[in-house]
């Protein structure tokens, strides 16, 4: 047997190997999101979905999301906590696309009609 070094990887540990705070749930699914927090107390505040707009590899453009809390810490969709994107979806942007959305969906009913 050999005397391999390996790094440990772990969903709750930083690369630095301190603990970090992490999302955990099952919202796709019905279920609810709970954010344990690095010293592994449970966050009481909310947790929030905000849509981002992110770029393929060749380069289109397909929405994502990511999770914030009330007091501002921001987490993928895989529950690992991140920095605020740059990439949000504005309230601006969202509402264009709702309008451009239901124009397709009109245009479509009066073609079948």
């Given at each position: 047997?050999?005397?391999?070094?390996?790094?440990?990887?772990?969903?709750?540990?930083?690369?630095?190997?301190?603990?970090?705070?992490?999302?955990?749930?099952?919202?796709?699914?019905?279920?609810?999101?709970?954010?344990?927090?690095?010293?592994?107390?449970?966050?009481?505040?909310?947790?929030?979905?905000r849509?981002i707009?992110?770029?393929?590899?060749?380069?289109?453009?397909?929405?994502s999301?990511?999770?914030?809390?009330?007091?501002?810490?921001?987490?993928?969709?895989?529950?690992?906590p991140?920095?605020?994107?740059?990439?949000?979806?504005?309230?601006?942007?969202?509402?264009?696309?709702?309008?451009?959305e239901?124009?397709?969906?009109?245009?479509?009913?009066?073609?079948?009609?």
């Amino acid at each position: 047997m050999s005397n391999n070094n390996y790094q440990v990887i772990s969903n709750h540990m930083g690369p630095d190997g301190e603990s970090v705070d992490r999302l955990y749930g099952s919202p796709a699914s019905g279920g609810s999101m709970e954010l344990v927090n690095r010293d592994y107390t449970r966050y009481k505040g909310g947790i929030h979905k905000r849509a981002i707009t992110c770029k393929d590899i060749d380069k289109t453009k397909f929405r994502s999301h990511v999770y914030v809390t009330d007091d501002d810490r921001w987490f993928n969709r895989s529950g690992m906590p991140i920095n605020k994107p740059t990439n949000l979806v504005t309230q601006n942007e969202n509402k264009k696309e709702k309008e451009v959305e239901k124009e397709i969906e009109k245009n479509t009913v009066e073609a079948s009609e």
